[in-house]
């Protein structure tokens, strides 16, 4: 084993021989192609990411707007009353929480 004339396939054969079941024996190459697939990975699930927080903010709008559609005669009865638009749009807030 300790000839330096022995090609990497055979090594890589004999480390496997004598290695447990379930560890893998792969060459120096191979593991970078393993990172760049992780990274590919990774961006792709930035990718869902972001699409699932753009889902969540249509979402959250629709409601908003929805509540807002449905109350427009309260909203118009407490502004001619007097209240002002920061306290109507605390009161949405608040609701929201």
Do not use: H
């Amino acid at each position: 084993m300790n000839s330096p004339t022995v090609s990497v396939n055979e090594l890589q054969q004999r480390l496997k021989a004598r290695l447990p079941a379930g560890i893998d024996v792969m060459r120096p190459d191979m593991k970078g192609r393993r990172w760049k697939r992780s990274d590919r990975d990774a961006i792709g699930m930035m990718i869902t990411s972001f699409i699932a927080l753009l889902v969540g903010v249509y979402i959250i709008f629709n409601s908003f707007t929805i509540a807002v559609n449905q109350r427009w005669k309260e909203i118009g009865i407490l502004r001619a009353i007097g209240v002002e638009r920061k306290n109507i749009n605390a009161m949405f807030l608040g609701e929201a929480c």
